[in-house]
Nanobody
Framework: QVQLVESGGGLVQAGGSLRLSCAAS????????MGWYHQAPGKQRELVAT???????NYLDSVKGRFTVSRDNAKNTVYLQMNSLKPEDTAVYYC?????????????????WGQGTQVTVSS
């Protein structure tokens, strides 16, 4: 069984920075794309940033130039560096990973999710 565990998040003033981390653990797995979604109260979950295994990145337009997604494949970890934070960035942030698993000869591939971490930006 693969698990994603997030850390980071919290309360910060507008203009400040936060760094989120998300580490995958388990046995017999391979991670493809990783990334981050956020969900604000009353809104749908929205893709914030993605990064391929080779390091190609893509961002939501509203965070371009402020957020940076990165990963350490040796540590099975994805990061989200958030700078110049705005009140509208307030949301619960969820990491995800597209993971292939091999369990007792059975192959499977699906998205796994972190538990979510609250980011609150005060004005």
């Amino acid at each position: 069984q693969v698990q994603l565990v997030e850390s980071g998040g919290g309360l910060v003033q507008a203009g400040g920075s936060l760094r989120l981390s998300c580490a995958a653990s388990g046995r017999n797995f391979r991670i493809n794309d990783m990334g981050w979604y956020h969900q604000a109260p009353g809104k749908q979950r929205e893709l914030v940033a993605t990064i391929t295994r080779g390091g190609y990145t893509n961002y939501l337009d509203s965070v371009k130039g402020r957020f940076t997604v990165s990963r350490d494949n040796a540590k099975n970890t994805v990061y989200l560096q958030m700078n110049s934070l705005k009140p509208e960035d307030t949301a619960v942030y969820y990491c995800y990973a597209d993971i292939e698993t091999y369990d007792s000869g059975t192959y499977n591939r699906r998205d796994y999710w972190g538990q979510g971490t609250q980011v609150t930006v005060s004005s």
